[in-house]
Nanobody, 117 residues
Framework: VQLVESGGGLVQPGGSLRLSCAAS????????MRWYRQAPGKERELVAS????????YYVDSVKGRFSISRNNAESTVTLQMNSLKPEDTALYYC???????????WGRGTQVTVSS
């Protein structure tokens, strides 16, 4: 099983980034896919979640209206479009895939997002 994140980097406040996660080794279309983030000194936080069909989507309040999660089951990828980025969005962003909500699932190694002028 592999989850490989990409697309992180340094961006100025107000800028945009698009994170991607490429999955392999499991039946992607059957899995809930999530993006988490962890800032230094803080607990890991669920940022966005998308159901296996894409029909149910969740965002943490702090990113609503700015971030958008999507998935491509044919390509086994999930993306997180991040707009209007703020310094408080700075964190290591992780991709997670799980067969049902209470399962810990599989994790990527993370991609760093830094929002700073």
């Amino acid at each position: 099983v592999q989850l490989v994140e990409s697309g992180g980097g340094l961006v100025q406040p107000g800028g945009s980034l698009r994170l991607s996660c490429a999955a392999s080794g499991f039946t992607f279309r059957q899995y809930i896919m999530r993006w988490y983030r962890q800032a230094p000194g803080k607990e890991r936080e669920l940022v966005a979640s998308i159901s296996n069909t894409g029909g149910t989507i969740y965002y943490v309040d702090s990113v609503k209206g700015r971030f958008s999660i999507s998935r491509n089951n044919a390509e086994s990828t999930v993306t997180l479009q991040m707009n209007s980025l703020k310094p408080e969005d700075t964190a290591l962003y992780y991709c997670n895939g799980r067969p049902y909500p209470s399962h810990n699932g599989y994790w990527g190694r993370g991609t760093q997002v830094t929002v700073s002028s």
